[in-house]
Nanobody
Framework: VQLQASGGGLVQAGGSLRLSCATS????????MAWFRRAPGKEREFVAGISWSGGSSYYEDSVKGRFIISRDNAENTVYPQMNSLKPRDTAVYYCAADKSRTVIPGRSEYEYGYWGQGTQVTVSS
């Protein structure tokens, strides 16, 4: 297993969750990392991405101002802090890595060669 996502769960609207994506097996410290999500009946969509250094981050419009992505390369882990959660944030969340990029993450799932197994986030109203 190279990417291991965890931290999902059930939370009430307005609450917060912090997901984690731990990497192993090979180094991803020079790769862009991203989180995607797939809601029931929908395609997997980009949520947030971060450069290899953590100095630049990018967000899907609906999560801007609510989600914060960060990474700790010493711990080989990427975190999205998800605040002010809404029922529409309910989805399976996946972490992904693209070793061909170092700064600007792509927004298409097809650009990522490494995926975690997904963790369920459910936001109740």
């Amino acid at each position: 297993v190279q990417l291991q996502a965890s931290g999902g769960g059930l939370v009430q609207a307005g609450g917060s969750l912090r997901l984690s994506c731990a990497t192993s097996g090979q180094t991803f410290s020079r790769a862009v990392m991203a989180w995607f999500r797939r809601a029931p009946g929908k395609e997997r969509e980009f949520v947030a991405g971060i450069s290899w250094s953590g100095g630049s981050s990018y967000y899907e419009d609906s999560v801007k101002g609510r989600f914060i992505i960060s990474r700790d390369n010493a711990e080989n882990t990427v975190y999205p802090q998800m605040n002010s959660l809404k029922p529409r944030d309910t989805a399976v969340y996946y972490c992904a890595a693209d070793k061909s990029r170092t700064v600007i993450p792509g927004r298409s799932e097809y650009e990522y060669g490494y995926w975690g197994q997904g963790t369920q986030v459910t936001v109740s109203s």
